[in-house]
């Protein structure tokens, strides 16, 4: 039987403003990750892997570097008429930017008309997991429903930090989606866990069109697919939920099987990357059935060189990409990006470093975040001295220095 034909929509408008300084220069879903890649890889990877090549991604605030990596890295077959493009506010309706994730939808149905799709995937730009949409949209289509809501179980303790999909008593319809509640109820099966939105949805195409319109002439709306859209087709009894624990992705295992990020904040954002480097990761990014795809500089190996007491270049716990140096100095639990150098006598520990950061001699680097380009100097100490960090740089709630992209490191 021929699969149906779908269209995906990636929103990656976000401004992503709790991620500050990383944010300052980009948008969202263009922050690197994992040493190799971009937030939006993961969402992009999902979509590809499971065969849907159409796929379009909705920017607006500072989306140049967004714009430019999903233009150069994710290039598809145009004689089969596959594509992933991004597609900025187009002001078809006027001079005005997106007034919510429901306006940009409303604001390029013209790429829904031109493609003329069975079912819309609407999936957001900027969480960390795997996972195989298709599970997802063949429930979608068995189920008749309008709109189907990917879900992860969570603590009911902490149903107040999500928007919570409450079910009927046939624990698969929807009968309530609230933002953070506080009375929440646990569901069905599980009475002690909560349904947490995912922000990924799948719409059957026409019923995507009619609420987008209708929500457009709703004065009071804020025009948000998940504030506005998802209850009006919960209250007209047309929402599903899925399941993330049911999703079967190839080449997982049970320790990595349903992990979900939201790395929203600079904390999360930490640690997700702290998940990535134990020796069975909860987040295990060498699953090669399920690839996680990015676009690559043609870069030399890591190099690791001086084997002399006080000069000695290693890491341990660590992940270390192509271009990186490792010049006598140690990385321990850290995640080291391309063109990383590390010399003589410093140390980098349970820490974060993007592109092109130079960490210098007998410099220290604790429980830090470092942006691209930033040049700590000789002798320098990150993360030792709390008042001194905190009067130079960002300092989260759980104590991780932040230093933003070519941040000027006092020498």
Sequence with gaps: MARPHVLAMVLAGGEGKRLMPLT????????????????????????????????VVLTQYKSHSLDRHVSRTWRMSTLLGN??????????????????????????????????PDHVIVFGADHIYR???????????????????????????????????ETGPDGVSVSAFREKPKDAVGLPDAPDQVYASMGNYVFDTEVLVDVVKEDAADLSSKHDVGGNIIPKLVKAGRAQVYDFADNQVPGSADRDRGYWRDV??????????MDLISIHPVFNLYNHEWPIYTGHDPLPPAKFVFNEEGRRGYAVDSMVSPGVILA????????????????????????VLMDCVRVGRGAVVRGAIIDKNVVIPDGARIGVDEDYDRQ???????????????QVVPG
């Design 328 to 351: 006598g100095g140690v990385a321990e639990r850290s995640i080291l990006s391309p063109r990383v150098h590390v010399d003589a006598g410093a140390t980098v520990q349970d820490s």
């Design 24 to 55: 300052a220069d980009r948008a969202k879903p263009a922050v690197p990750f994992g040493g190799m890649y971009r937030l939006i890889d993961f969402v992009l990877s999902n979509l590809a892997n499971a065969g849907y090549l159409k796929i």
């Design 264 to 273: 929203g904040t600079l904390d999360a954002f930490y640690e997700a990357h």
């Design 392 to 406: 130079h740089f960002t300092v989260t709630a759980s104590g991780v220095r932040v230093l933003g992209k070519n």
């Design 83 to 116: 594509y992933v493009t991004p597609v900025p506010a187009q002001q078809r309706l006027g001079p005005r930017w997106f007034a919510g994730s429901a306006d940009a939808i409303l604001q390029n149905l013209n790429l829904i008309e031109d493609e003329r």
């Design 131 to 165: 996972m195989d949409p298709r599970q997802m949209v063949d429930q979608h289509i068995q189920s008749g429903a309008g709109v189907t809501i990917a879900a992860i179980r969570q603590p009911l303790s902490l149903a107040d930090q999500f928007g919570v999909i």
